[in-house]
């Protein structure tokens, strides 16, 4: 059975699943489906065709589902999606899709967006990424598995963050981060590698030497660089984490990539 406060808003229509807790002061709107085990812990607004996976929970003051901010949404029934276990944390706004874009913004299972991080129309976060407090996206930003977010971090729109990467605190994102990559800045520049989130997901020392040999190739040496992915893609190009970011690489972008400053030299490590 479901425990819905005696305060709380819920709208005919909608659904909640077995023992999901709907606390004070919550609005519920007629098209969510809360799943199973779910917790709105209080004043927490959800509405619009907002889906919210099992034993997800919500902090006081968080807002899902609502309209997005853009001109040109005129109220169409786009959606928005919150995965199992995810942490939503205290005033944390994230808003529905737009037709002009996927029509869906979606949050992975796993997640954790911290206090005052707002998540726009059509963005895509996948599993288990962190995104630390005051965080702001644009709208249609794709963040890869495992990715982690730094403080007060602004994700201009249509920027691609891959899997396992890691964005420095109070950077400024204007351009595509490639998987296992670490930026940070204002405006941001790629530093390095993110070697404790790659050891932490189980790359032992022969594949951190493979990687940075193919950062190194890629990012700290002369050259066109349309030639250096060429050379990379020949010397290292069977190994998955590389054939990986080089698919990152060439896949299409709006925004472009961030590079490192070669003449800066910096570390490969970070």
Same mark, same amino acid.
């Given at each position: 059975?479901?425990?819905?406060?005696?305060?709380?808003?819920?709208?005919?229509?909608?659904?909640?699943?077995?023992?999901?807790?709907? #606390?004070?002061?919550? @609005?519920? /709107?007629?098209?969510?489906? &809360? !799943?199973?085990?779910?917790? =709105?812990?209080?004043? +927490?607004? $959800?509405?619009?065709?907002?889906?919210?996976?099992?034993?997800?929970?919500?902090?006081?003051?968080?807002?899902?589902?609502?309209?997005?901010?853009?001109?040109?949404?005129?109220?169409?029934?786009?959606?928005?999606?919150?995965?199992?276990?995810?942490?939503?944390?205290?005033?944390?706004?994230?808003?529905?899709?737009?037709?002009?874009?996927?029509?869906?913004?979606?949050?992975?299972?796993?997640?954790?967006?911290?206090?005052?991080?707002?998540?726009?129309?059509?963005?895509?976060?996948?599993?288990?990424?962190?995104?630390?407090?005051?965080?702001?996206? #644009?709208?249609?930003? @794709?963040? /890869?598995?495992?990715?982690? &977010? !730094?403080?007060?971090?602004? =994700?201009?729109?249509? +920027?691609? $963050?891959?899997?396992?990467?890691?964005?420095?605190?109070?950077?400024?994102?204007?351009?595509?981060?490639?998987?296992?990559?670490?930026?940070?800045?204002?405006?941001?520049?790629?530093?390095?590698?993110?070697?404790?989130?790659?050891?932490?997901?189980?790359?032992?020392?022969?594949?951190?030497?493979?990687?940075?040999?193919?950062?190194?190739?890629?990012?700290?040496?002369?050259?066109?660089?349309a030639e250096r992915v060429s050379a990379v893609r020949t010397a290292f190009g069977d190994n998955a984490l590389?054939?990986?970011?080089?698919?990152?690489?060439?896949?299409?972008?709006?925004?472009?990539?961030?590079?490192?400053?070669?003449?800066? !030299?910096?570390?490969?490590?970070?």
């Amino acid at each position: 059975m479901s425990a819905i406060h005696p305060t709380a808003i819920v709208a005919p229509g909608a659904t909640i699943g077995d023992g999901a807790r709907i #606390g004070p002061w919550c @609005t519920v /709107g007629q098209d969510v489906t &809360i !799943g199973a085990g779910v917790e =709105l812990v209080s004043h +927490v607004v $959800v509405d619009g065709h907002t889906v919210i996976g099992e034993n997800a929970k919500l902090w006081p003051f968080a807002s899902v589902g609502l309209a997005p901010q853009d001109l040109k949404y005129k109220g169409e029934p786009t959606r928005c999606e919150v995965g199992a276990r995810t942490q939503v944390r205290e005033h944390v706004t994230i808003h529905r899709g737009t037709v002009t874009g996927t029509g869906l913004t979606r949050v992975g299972a796993d997640c954790l967006l911290m206090a005052v991080v707002h998540v726009a129309h059509d963005c895509e976060l996948g599993q288990g990424v962190i995104v630390a407090n005051n965080v702001v996206m #644009g709208g249609h930003v @794709t963040i /890869g598995d495992g990715a982690v &977010i !730094g403080g007060a971090a602004a =994700l201009h729109q249509f +920027v691609r $963050v891959g899997r396992g990467a890691m964005i420095g605190g109070v950077s400024g994102v204007e351009a595509d981060v490639i998987p296992f990559g670490t930026v940070m800045g204002n405006r941001a520049r790629l530093a390095g590698l993110n070697v404790i989130g790659l050891k932490r997901r189980g790359v032992d020392r022969s594949g951190l030497q493979v990687l940075r040999a193919a950062f190194r190739g890629l990012f700290r040496t002369g050259g066109v660089f349309a030639e250096r992915v060429s050379a990379v893609r020949t010397a290292f190009g069977d190994n998955a984490l590389v054939a990986e970011m080089l698919a990152f690489i060439e896949a299409p972008s709006r925004r472009g990539l961030i590079r490192a400053a070669i003449e800066a !030299g910096g570390d490969d490590d970070v």
